[in-house]
């Protein structure tokens, strides 16, 4: 772990918490990077069974559905909507070169790796920082040097169960550390934590805005979608409330249940009232089936044997 220092000025307070933990959630799932990598050294369309060649530790099947992901994310486009379609790195695709070069650099200078692949160590680099609110935690301790942990939870805003359990990720992901081994003593971040400004700064080429997809009306309002979801005093379901409340459909009357007969000794054709309807299909099978009686047979005279 990279031992404590005093703060330096890293920019790190410069940068916008939010844009970049939503910047970072978009390549932070596995195999994204590795499969970005492969689409950009291709130079052009590539299918999904020949980008899972080149990834021989994943199932064809695992990439088609990153690769739809990442379409969907609008990292990469298709060249038509027919099935099995190839796929290439849109504009906003090819922005992610800066943010791996950066996230790289800052492994290798910070992160005792060893000998591993460029994809990979930009993944591991990216999963100690895209989880939320690390980065506004980094930028407390960047701002203000050691602090304790109730003064981290103040000014980040965050609750105190959660300030610690990020604090504890992030001091295993070797960003931070305390000055001391005594409980209550302060945090401060490492140069690892330090050395995060560049790599943060580096992720505002995906700051563009997502693509969106086209408003759908919301039945029961005019046909005109709201801006800002449901106004005041108008639900959610289209039968709730609005002028859709106007044409709903009259409910059906209740139709009484007819009487049902007990089946038996002494009680065929006795009316019992409603019963439930188990309890009536039980019934009325029982009479339905129950066999007639009998004709008693005739009685034979006694005739006593002779002797």
Request: contains cysteine.
């Amino acid at each position: 772990m990279s031992t404590p220092a005093q703060p330096a000025t890293s920019q790190i307070g410069f940068v916008d918490a939010q844009r970049v933990e939503k910047a970072l959630s978009l390549i932070a799932p596995k195999w994204t990077t590795w499969s970005a990598q492969t689409l950009a050294q291709q130079g052009g369309p590539m299918r999904v069974r020949d980008v899972a060649a080149r990834l021989p530790f994943v199932s064809e099947q695992f990439v088609g559905k990153r690769l739809a992901q990442m379409h969907d994310d609008g990292l990469v486009i298709r060249a038509g909507d027919r099935h099995g379609a190839p796929y290439q790195l849109s504009g906003f695709g090819n922005a992610l070169s800066s943010v791996h070069r950066a996230q790289s650099d800052w492994s290798h200078a910070h992160l005792p790796l060893g000998k591993v692949a460029g994809a990979e160590r930009v993944e591991d680099a990216v999963r100690r920082l895209h989880l939320r609110y690390s980065t506004a935690v980094i930028q407390v301790l960047d701002a203000g040097g050691p602090r304790r942990f109730v003064h981290i939870a103040q000014q980040a805003g965050l609750d105190n169960s959660f300030t610690r359990q990020r604090l504890i990720r992030l001091q295993l992901d070797g960003l931070v550390t305390r000055t001391g081994p005594r409980h209550g003593d302060p945090y401060v971040l490492t140069a690892a934590g330090r050395g995060t400004g560049p790599g943060l700064r580096s992720h505002r080429a995906l700051e563009q805005p997502r693509r969106r997809t086209t408003s759908r009306p919301c039945p029961g309002r005019g046909g005109h979608p709201h801006p800002h979801g449901h106004p005041a005093g108008v639900g959610r379901h289209p039968y709730l409330s609005g002028p859709a409340a106007e044409h709903r459909r009259a409910p059906l009357p209740v139709q009484p249940r007819p009487a049902a007969t007990t089946a038996g000794t002494g009680g065929r054709g006795r009316s019992v009232g409603l019963l439930p309807g188990p309890v009536i299909r039980v019934a009325l099978r029982a009479s339905r089936f129950t066999p007639l009686p009998r004709r008693p047979r005739a009685v034979q005279p006694f005739v006593p044997l002779r002797t």
